[in-house]
């Protein structure tokens, strides 16, 4: 941080885990943000560029369609950090989905619940200009340029808000559990059905089109190594979509993804969703195979703790 007088701290540069703007709203406890845009750098706004410019010929090659159209739409500007309230401007009226600024990690159920309110909890800060290849946490990269394209698309964005409404339905079964025990070993279980669910789709799920294997998973699409790698690659196992192997699959974080699933369309995925709900409801996510993701307390918490209308959970 530098000081511009005396008095007046300038909180200039919002890159990731660098950015004393999001160091001060985390410490005043605020999760819901506005995104202070004058904050940028140039070189924020250069990192930026550096990803599009070199990603635009990958998502040509690799990209499912809807993501091409929904990228189309958005108008993004490839030189400069999107302001998400023109993001918004494209986005909302396609679907009524909408970037919501965050300052950090969302817990689950929070998280689930902005996108039953078509809401997808967005990160502003942007990866370092010089480490542009890997990122263990989300940046503003991955969140508009990998997720929200596909915001754009009916079938997609329907299917994240069912996804939501599961949550809601996970916190009910959550809250009808009196012993504490049980309870806690329960919601482990459906918790972690639902991230792998949501990590083998939504963030690495890949689409069998007319014209060959194509990807809509976003850390796929935000990724300039893997998005080839996982079309090309001989090392990645590829098949058909298939919910008990998906709940009961253990998944890394920090390399290249060895296994794949894809699924025909959005309206595919959309009644996979489906079957999910018809299986916590039937118990049949209650005793998933034990690994990651681990399921931390806060996570935990916010399902069991969740408020909200019963009224609105078929
Ligand atoms: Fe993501």
């Not at 001060?24 to 930026?48: C, D, M, S, V």
């Not at 893997?226 to 699959?249: G, K, M, T, Y």
């Not at 959309?270 to 709900?277: H, M, P």
Request: some cysteine; overall charge negative.
């Amino acid at each position: 941080m530098t000081t511009a007088n005396n008095d007046v701290p300038v909180l200039m540069g919002l890159t990731t885990t660098e950015a004393p703007f999001i160091e001060q709203r985390k410490a005043a406890g605020e999760l819901y943000i506005q995104q202070p845009y004058e904050l940028y750098t140039e070189e924020n706004h250069a990192a930026w560029a550096a990803l599009y410019s070199r990603m635009a010929p990958r998502w040509e090659r690799y990209a499912n369609q809807h993501f091409m159209r929904g990228i189309d739409s958005l108008c993004l500007d490839p030189r400069r950090v999107p302001r998400l309230d023109d993001v918004n401007k494209f986005l909302n009226p396609l679907t009524g989905f909408t970037a919501k600024a965050v300052a950090g990690y969302v817990p689950a159920f929070l998280f689930f619940d902005c996108l039953r309110n078509r809401a997808f909890p967005t990160t502003i800060t942007i990866r370092r200009g010089d480490k542009l290849d890997y990122l263990p946490e989300p940046d503003i990269f991955h969140d508009i340029a990998g997720h929200v394209p596909m915001h754009t698309d009916k079938a997609f964005a329907d299917t994240l808000v069912r996804f939501g409404d599961l949550a809601h339905l996970a916190a009910e079964i959550a809250q009808s559990i009196k012993d504490p025990e049980k309870q806690v070993k329960k919601v482990e279980s459906i918790i972690k059905a639902m991230a792998r669910f949501f990590w083998f789709t939504i963030e690495f799920g890949l689409m069998k089109e007319s014209s060959g294997m194509k990807v809509y998973g976003s850390g796929l699409l935000s990724s300039y190594g893997e998005l080839a790698h996982c079309v090309e690659s001989p090392d990645v196992q590829r098949f058909p979509i298939q919910l008990e192997w998906v709940i009961n699959q253990y998944f890394e974080i920090d390399h290249y993804q060895p296994l794949l699933f894809w699924v025909d369309s959005f309206d595919h995925l959309f009644s996979l969703v489906g079957e999910l709900e018809q299986w916590m409801k039937d118990g049949k996510l209650d005793n998933v195979s034990p690994g990651e993701p681990l399921v931390n307390e806060a996570d935990l918490k916010s399902f069991i703790a969740a408020e909200f209308d019963s009224k609105s959970v078929d």
